[in-house]
């Protein structure tokens, strides 16, 4: 729709014409603010875990338990050095033998959510999926902060939904 | 030919008066525009395009490159 608003904008004249190609999402995803009735429902990105561990593919799985059990959550999120999100290694994973890879426990590709998506819509599709904690990233793959389903079915108790659901996964099934 | 700029850019030309336009539907746009943007929804788009400013630059965006 940019692209052919554009056009007629030099169509009739303008000069200076720019096209924010990644659009609303990418700006959502990033977690910026934004304006519009919307603007007052919280949203995934506000209760994510911030401090929740990460580890390489590489590391030992013991010190990647260890890492979870410090930050006091019972997950722990794999990535790469752009700190793009590769796997997850759940209560399940991290309880087993501490002497393997990461990459050797994890599930790999992990569906992952926008920060911009509703607390009351996570809180809803979490329950509905079992789903006890799942990663927030930006638009290019890149870990915002973990969801854990407590903290987002207290938030979104007395939240209003956003107006338009926003969640887009392909196989909720693999990350129950 | 327009020019296509990222996040980035959108930041920093809007700081310096660039106009922010979003052409998605009046609907969408109530629900969650970007701080400061005006709704000039694409079928509206002739009848409403001499409220730019002609002299400022014009970003346009929807919700991706659709």
């Known amino acids: 729709m940019a692209p052919r608003a554009a056009a007629r904008l030099e169509s009739l004249g303008f000069d200076g014409i720019f096209e924010y190609k990644a659009g609303k999402l990418d700006w959502l995803a990033a977690g910026l603010p934004t304006e519009g009735e919307n603007s007052k429902c919280p949203r995934a990105g506000e209760a994510s875990r911030k401090d929740a561990a990460v580890c390489g593919l590489k590391d030992r799985l013991g010190d990647a338990r260890d890492r979870a059990k410090r930050s006091g959550l019972e997950v722990a999120v794999v990535v790469d050095a752009e700190q793009v999100v590769l796997g997850l290694l759940r209560s399940k994973e991290l309880e087993m033998d501490p002497n393997l890879a990461v990459e050797q426990a994890m599930r790999p590709g992990p569906s992952t959510f926008r920060p911009y998506v509703s607390m009351k819509e996570m809180a809803d599709y979490m329950v509905e999926h079992s789903l006890e904690s799942v990663p927030i990233t930006t638009s290019d793959g890149k870990l915002a902060g973990v969801l854990l389903k407590s903290d987002a079915t207290r938030m979104a108790a007395d939240a209003a939904a956003c107006t338009r659901k926003l969640i887009i996964t392909a196989d909720p099934a693999a990350d129950a | ?66």
């Open chain 2, 1 to 66: 030919m327009s020019t296509l700029i990222d996040r980035e850019a959108v930041q920093e030309m809007v700081k310096r008066g660039a106009q922010l336009v979003e052409v998605l539907p009046a609907k969408e746009y109530e629900e969650d525009h970007l701080p400061g943007a005006v709704s000039h929804p694409l079928r509206q788009l002739d009848q409403e395009a001499d409220q730019l400013d002609r002299n400022r630059p014009v970003i346009v965006y929807c919700w991706d490159s659709a």
